[in-house]
């Protein structure tokens, strides 16, 4: 489970997350939205313990994130920029995740890179933008994660790519109770897959629930409907 | 296997479950067949386990499949009961469409001698 509470983080004088509170249960896959510039990437990077939170508590399974490794092993992120090692292809990327993740999974690592068909001998920064995504995601899976924070995951991501992708995320969280946290601007994408949502805005969660529960309450409004409808309520307020 | 509209109004869910009925209606899944897994069926649809793993549930509890612990779900043997909900569905469009055919000045006598026709034809009375 992933609990953010009280978080603060702030940029000089500009406040971009105003104390945010979230919850993302185990096996979950939670759907991070809210307009541009509201602050999913700095709460991204936060969770992923790349940012250091000014106040307020980000626990995995009840232990702060940040400088903590072991959570940091069982963890995946796919940022919305990649990077890469200069010189190295799937096959060295491969080797050197190796090195870093106990849990390094090479059966499911040669399996993916055949299924997407990417060469392990290219170097990466020939691959297209497509492919460079898709390799991030061959290595992230390969980690074997229980956690799996995705930013803007499916962007330049073909429809039979996408597809892929997702089913083995899915299968993840179905066999293994894999936790999920993506955010998207793809409202129709995420409304399939995630089982709970929150709306981003204003450096806080305006919104949160489970996508059915919500479903029921507002009379089987879209996620899109729901999402402009959170987003005009706060002009009023 | 059965594709998700995402525009439609009808939930994930209830898609899911009709489109479990609709492969067993047409024989595509016969009794004693083992359904895909939660796992397989959420992958292949690219949706949410949670949806899959409830519209199992609502299947199993409508007398559509059975459940073996550890082994998967299994289409039932014989007849449906919620069948007659389906019926009752279909009646409903057809009511629809013969308003449509009514708006269009087609009068009521025609309309029963095609059924009837349709109804021979299924008798091979044709």
Redesign the interface.
Known sequence: MIQVSSLVKKFGSFTALNGLDLCVETGS?YGLVGVNGSGKTTLIKQLTGVLRPDSGEIKFDGEEVYDNISVKKRTAYIPDELYFLGNYNLKSMGEFYRGLYENWNAERFNTMAADFGLSKTDRICRFSKGMQKQAAFILAMSTMPDYLILDEPIDGLDPIM??KL???I??D???KQLTVLVSSHNL??L?????SIGILSNGRIRFQGKL?EL?QDLQ?MSLEELFIHAMEGKEDA | MFQ?D??S?K???EQVVDGCKEMVIRGELKPGDRLP????M???????????Q?AYSRLESEGWIYTVSGRGAFVSEGSHEPDTVRQEAVYEKMEVLMEELFYLGVKGEDILSRLKRIIQERRGEI
């Not at chain 1, 409304?191 to 089982?195: A, M």
């Not at chain 2, 690219?46 to 899959?52: D, G, K, L, Q, R």
Request: aromatic share 6%; proline share 2%.
């Open positions: 896959i996408r597809k997702w089913g083995y899915l299968g969280v179905a066999e129709r994408e409304e399939g897959i995630c089982d059915d479903r089987d | 998700l995402l525009k109004r939930s994930l869910y897994s939660i796992r397989d959420s992958a292949a649809l690219t949706v949410n386990p949670n949806t899959v409830k």
